[in-house]
């Protein structure tokens, strides 16, 4: 079974400060890769996700992700974080299985951002 | 938009109690998933079911039992609930069964404590 690890578990930062959290999985064949975000109070949500072409993704409010192949990583970025980015993200990446794909979570970072 | 509800927000019940947690769909989602979301853990699978009354077994299944009798409606049940029970369950559900770039949406959460 895939297994997605999350760098941070908990990240604080300044606003305005650039914001990257690491991702890597260990699946080694094809993969669908995501981000999702639960803002507080809030239900989760997508942010952005890979499934084929430009390596590069970008996402809703100004993030991105990068997939490189070779490292096992999806890490996610923003050059400049709001206060509003406030939330807990997850890394996800799907695993095809018996009857379909299921998504496998990373253990999430917890972003607190000052304003 | 996709509206993925869930039966209740917070829910209290008795160790040994049977417990029910009903979620329901209004996109004719194909897909549909339970999970359990602890912190530090991130989000853990514990069933999914890709059709009317097929399902299949998440990550983390014991103690716990599934039904889809309706595409649009997944029952998660505890038969009988233990204090390790306690935690916030979420429902997800996706368009295609066999779509490894789905993208999954998600319920509100019922935070369950088990006394």
């Known amino acids: 079974a895939q297994s997605v690890s999350q760098h941070n578990h908990h990240v604080i930062l300044s606003e305005a400060a650039s914001l990257e959290l690491g991702c890597n999985y260990s699946?080694?064949?094809?993969?669908?890769l995501f981000w999702y975000v639960q803002y507080p109070g809030q239900h989760l949500q997508l942010l952005l996700k890979?499934?084929?072409?430009?390596?590069l993704v970008k996402g809703i409010k100004g993030f991105e992700a990068e997939f490189i192949k070779s490292k096992f990583s999806f890490n996610l970025r923003k050059p400049s974080v709001q206060w509003s980015d406030t939330a807990e993200y997850f890394c996800a990446v799907n695993e095809e299985g018996t009857g379909g794909f299921k998504t496998i979570f990373g253990a999430g970072t917890r972003l607190f951002v000052k304003a | 938009d996709v509206k993925v509800t869930q039966s209740s927000r917070y829910l209290v019940k008795r160790t040994g109690e049977k417990v029910f947690l009903e979620c329901v769909q209004d996109m004719d989602h194909e897909n549909m998933f339970w999970y359990r979301q602890d912190p530090g853990l991130g989000l853990r699978l514990i069933y999914f079911?890709?059709?009317?009354?097929?399902?299949e077994k998440g990550d983390i299944p014991e103690g716990y039992s599934v039904s889809r009798e309706k595409k649009e409606r997944f029952s998660l049940i505890l038969e009988s609930a233990s204090t390790n029970q306690t935690s916030m369950y979420l429902c997800?559900?996706?368009?295609?069964?066999?779509?490894?770039?789905?993208?999954?949406?998600f319920g509100p959460g019922t935070r369950l404590t088990v006394l």
């Open positions: 890979y499934f084929s072409g430009d390596p």
């Open positions: 079911s890709y059709d009317v009354k097929m399902k």
């Open positions: 699946y080694g064949g094809t993969v669908n």
């Open positions: 997800a559900s996706s368009l295609f069964a066999l779509a490894g770039a789905d993208t999954q949406y």
